[in-house]
């Protein structure tokens, strides 16, 4: 009797630490997709500014729509594709 709740009780265990793993690895993409948005929002601000042929106050306008529109579209893309990566391979 003993050992039947013993491994009742080792089986809760291992999936609460499965639970806990799987809800560590959704927070960690969470945070490299918005670390990896902070930089990519720089380097897009950046290309669109240099590459604008409209005067300094056009071309900043331009390029804060260009990283607000692509910063909510690519963070979202972004994690679905970590998750992708992350998911187990089906068999």
């Known amino acids: 009797m003993a050992e039947i ?32 948005r902070a930089f990519a929002a720089v380097d897009t601000f950046a290309l669109v500014w240099l590459f604008s042929s409209h005067d300094t106050t056009h071309a900043i306008a331009a390029a804060g729509a260009v990283v607000g529109v692509e910063a909510i579209t690519k963070s979202f893309l972004y994690f679905a594709h970590e998750r992708l990566w992350e998911a187990p391979v089906l068999r």
């Open 5 to 36: 709740f013993h491994f009742a009780l080792m089986r809760r265990r291992v999936r609460h630490g499965a639970l806990t793993t799987r809800l560590r690895s959704h927070v960690r993409s969470a945070v490299k997709t918005a670390s990896w």
